[in-house]
């Protein structure tokens, strides 16, 4: 079974306006990443957060991480027409050796201009 | 430097048939992994290799493999196919003897078995 899941599967916000997604997972991990996939296309990493960080920036992103809730938020500001995608988290296991990364079914964003 | 690429873009395949995808990773990536996205069970980890050994795999039938060779590409097998294995694959490499870290992304092989 997956382990992240992501809420609210779709979201349609304004141009301009923030955009925020949650991610809940259910073992314990080493960290937690955010990945964005336009149309039917590769995905793109976004960010990283480590199980030992609370909170991490990248220009427009904002990670949050709570262990103890198992769960994480993305948010988006200023969201732009460009930042339609799907958005999935990804997680990783406890000591395990590797890169095989657990996905959620992603958050599907559209901003309209 | 060149991206994760994949071959082909785009795949038709009949049932019972066999496919064989292929994953050149970014230079000097020694890891590789595959995964399947499809409408109804989202993305799945199939198997990761590293330095031609597999190092993990996920919960797929032994339809499914793969192999990397010594220059890191990879492929992967699909036998005996099944509408059911209508797919985006996915192919990403990641660093070498980074573990846990980013994943960059191929575009994908779209299969589509009929």
């Known amino acids: 079974s997956q382990q992240g899941e992501e809420d609210p599967q779709a979201l349609s916000i304004q141009e301009g306006e923030n955009a925020t997604m949650n991610c809940s997972y259910k073992?314990?991990?080493?960290?937690l990443q955010w990945y964005r996939q336009n149309s039917g296309r590769g995905l793109v990493h976004l960010i990283l957060?480590?199980?030992?960080?609370r909170e991490k920036h990248s220009g427009r992103l904002r990670v949050t991480l709570d262990t103890s809730k198992k769960s994480s938020s993305l948010l988006i500001t200023a969201s732009r027409a460009a930042d339609t995608a799907s958005y999935f988290c990804?997680?990783?296991?406890?000591?395990?050796?590797?890169?095989?990364?657990?996905f959620g079914k992603g958050t599907t964003l559209s901003v309209s201009s | 430097k060149a991206g994760v690429t994949q071959t082909p873009r785009y795949l038709i395949k009949t049932r019972g048939q066999q496919v064989t995808l292929s994953c050149s990773p970014i230079?000097?990536?020694?890891?590789v992994s595959w995964y399947q996205q499809t409408p109804g069970q989202g993305l799945q980890f199939l198997f990761e290799?590293?330095?031609?050994?597999?190092?993990n795999k996920g919960n797929f039938p032994g339809r499914f493999s793969g192999r990397q060779f010594s220059n890191s590409r990879s492929e992967m097998n699909v036998s005996t196919l099944e509408l059911g294995d209508s797919a985006l694959y996915l192919c990403?490499?990641?660093?070498?003897?980074?573990?846990?870290?980013?994943?960059?992304f191929g575009s994908g092989t779209q299969l589509s078995v009929l």
């Open positions: 990403a490499s990641s660093k070498p003897t980074a573990t846990n870290e980013k994943l960059f």
């Open positions: 073992t314990s991990i080493n960290n």
């Open positions: 957060i480590r199980s030992n960080e």
């Open positions: 990804a997680t990783d296991a406890l000591n395990q050796a590797g890169t095989a990364l657990i």
């Open positions: 230079s000097g990536h020694r890891s």
């Open positions: 290799y590293f330095s031609e050994t597999q190092r």
